[in-house]
């Protein structure tokens, strides 16, 4: 809470006279964002930093939430901050993000759930984080910083911000009072958002999710949630889809419509968590680690076979955890980094990378000493950070309730994973993010492809909830690599394309986008052929062009029209099988199928 910084210390003495330091940068918070950032100043430069943390002791004794990192974060964690060697050796190394829907029947056990996933590991390396580990191990690096001062259990914290000197921070530290001056101040506080409650600068947002979560002693391991034996669940001939890799060192979720469960392995330890949409699941029916197992082992049987005897280590409750900021950096020398700004949801651990990305950005402003481009800087990061923010939010808003269907989640996720390649590894990885040369032809194409997201994500949610009054679902599980779907393919061999100038970036992020757009013609293509019955459809030349991008708006009735030339049944080439998720779909039953020759011209893939 604020209180915790900003309570007075009534133990220090008035009278006293203030120990003043100066210093380049003071960071408020020991966290992982704060932490993150020292390291990476005093990996870039010889900045003098004050850190500040409330807590008595870096990392706290108990058990901290957070724990996956994806291609950005991970590649941040390990290769801009150099701890590789650490992560390797005291975390586990991620085996990228599965999901798991119950099939009608049966569920009590591991092989009855299907299945999506990617099959093989990434070309960047990600990692299931021990936050208690990292922060540790950051805290060491900095310890052995001689430009680093930490001082922890401070508590009165107040900060005089100036528009044209340095800041002043006050604070009680060992009883005495402090007072820094410092060029620039950095809020890392997290959910204390000292700065945005000072300056005002809170903002709501239309997320409203919550999070009940808890670890438990040992490895649980997913696949031995079944009443088979060993040598039956080597020899399972589902692992011609699946393989031999450990699918525990995923990130495994078991999802529904508007939920879904993580478990997260770490050394020693096992992460296991709810998030929800507060309208489909009641805050209190999980509120505690009892009330969540049961709940879990009602929803999902096979964690029946073991989690009602684990030991539970730690548990945390988030009843309403996103917002927004509106301001996260100012050319007065003040930003705010984590969750001290904006926080969305933890689903694909977007938590991480924007620590990744705001830091990036901060540290770069604090290294630049002409003011101009200071200035110039500080405008065009600050719209950089509300759009990397925004582009998550339709997920989160829009679409959550697909997660409910395998076959409109693998939709969903094969075209936001695709984006987050695209337009946020891909400039990650090249440093790309702090050449203005590059934000301009950035944020132009990025501006096409909000709108563009915001029409597909409506687009497959409205799909979805028509799809749920067709009835019939798969009978047997279903297994799907989410790379079948060859433009998400196409967007991860990006991670090789290193070394690339601002123009050079610009050009592949052009040519990129044409790989969205197809690939958004052919969900469009895709959820037609299976509304009008006609699977055929998504493969028709006439059709794909025909569909117009600029008003993508689901519409299941259409006047058919039967004057259709022939020439029009040309195939349209899509690189991959077209016809990949028909055996997500199981057995619904379409009223009065239209078929090919039977849609009319405009075929209203948009209806105005």
């Not at 108990?62 to 994806?70: L, M, N, S, Y």
């Not at 805290?139 to 800041?167: F, Y």
């Not at 919550?210 to 949630?225: A, C, K, P, Q, T």
């Not at 998400?488 to 757009?517: C, D, I, W």
Request: proline share 5%; with cysteine.
């Amino acid at each position: 809470m604020l209180d915790d910084y900003a309570a007075p210390d009534s133990a220090s003495p008035s009278h006293n006279q203030p120990i003043l330091r100066k210093v380049d940068v003071v960071i408020l918070g020991g966290g992982l964002a704060g932490l993150s950032l020292a390291r990476q100043l005093t990996l870039r430069s010889d900045k003098t930093i004050l850190l500040l943390e409330k807590r008595p002791q870096i990392p706290p004794p108990r058990q901290k939430v957070g724990e996956a990192t994806v291609q950005l974060s991970g590649y941040y964690f390990s290769k801009v901050l150099d701890l590789e060697e650490h992560l390797l050796q005291e975390h586990l190394m991620k085996y990228n993000l599965r999901f798991y829907w119950k099939v009608p029947g049966s569920d009590d056990s591991y092989e009855d759930y299907s299945q999506s996933y990617i099959r093989n590991f990434s070309n960047i390396a990600s990692y299931q984080l021990d936050r208690n580990k990292i922060e540790e191990e950051l805290l060491r690096h900095i310890r052995q910083s001689p430009n680093v001062t930490l001082e922890t259990g401070i508590s009165g914290l107040a900060i005089s911000l100036s528009q044209s000197a340095a800041h002043r921070v006050h604070y009680t530290y060992d009883g005495t009072a402090h007072e820094a001056e410092g060029l620039w101040v950095v809020d890392t506080t997290g959910r204390s958002r000292f700065l945005a409650r000072q300056l005002g600068l809170q903002k709501r947002n239309m997320i409203r999710h919550g999070s009940s979560f808890f670890w438990v002693d040992g490895l649980m391991n997913i696949e031995r949630l079944t009443g088979r034996s060993l040598a039956q669940t080597r020899l399972n001939k589902q692992r011609c889809m699946t393989g031999h890799l450990p699918v525990w060192l995923a990130t495994n979720h078991f999802v529904g419509e508007g939920f879904w469960f993580w478990v997260i392995p770490l050394h020693g330890k096992t992460s296991l968590g709810l998030v929800y949409d507060r309208e489909k699941v009641a805050a209190d029916d999980v509120a505690t680690p009892d009330k969540l197992i049961d709940w879990v082992c009602r929803e999902f049987p096979l964690f029946a076979r073991d989690l009602k005897t684990r030991k539970v280590l730690d548990h945390g409750v988030f009843a309403d955890f996103s917002y927004d900021c509106q301001q996260t950096i100012s050319g007065e020398h003040w930003a705010l980094a984590g969750e001290a700004g904006r926080f969305s949801d933890p689903l694909y651990s977007p938590g991480g990378d924007l620590i990744a990305l705001h830091n990036t950005l901060i540290a770069d402003c604090i290294l630049t000493s002409d003011d101009r481009q200071l200035h110039a800087k500080v405008g065009v990061y600050e719209v950089l950070m509300r759009a990397f923010y925004q582009a998550y939010v339709p997920s989160y808003t829009v679409s959550y309730e697909v997660l409910g269907d395998q076959e409109c989640f693998a939709l969903k996720y094969a075209w936001e994973l695709t984006i987050y390649f695209t337009f946020f590894v891909f400039p990650f990885i090249n440093d790309l993010f702090t050449e203005l040369d590059f934000s301009g032809p950035f944020l132009r194409e990025f501006a096409k492809l909000g709108a563009l997201n915001r029409n597909v994500q409506r687009f497959i949610t409205s799909y979805y909830r028509w799809k749920k009054g067709q009835g019939g679902a798969p009978s047997q599980p279903q297994f799907f690599d989410f790379t079948e779907l060859r433009p998400l393919q196409s967007s991860a061999e990006l991670f090789y394309r290193v070394g690339l100038s601002p123009a050079e970036a610009a050009s592949v992020l052009k040519h990129e986008m044409h790989n969205l757009t197809e690939f958004a013609r052919f969900i469009v293509a895709h959820v037609y052929s299976v509304v009008l019955g006609d699977p055929n459809l998504v493969t028709t030349k006439h059709f794909v062009e025909e569909i117009d991008l600029n008003e993508i708006e689901f519409n299941a009735e259409f006047t058919p029209n039967r004057g259709r030339p022939e020439k029009d049944n040309l195939p349209h080439d899509w690189g991959f099988d077209a016809h990949c998720l028909t055996r997500l779909r199981g057995t619904q039953e379409v009223v009065s199928p239209l078929r090919l020759s039977d849609a009319p011209d405009e075929l209203v893939v948009i209806a105005k």
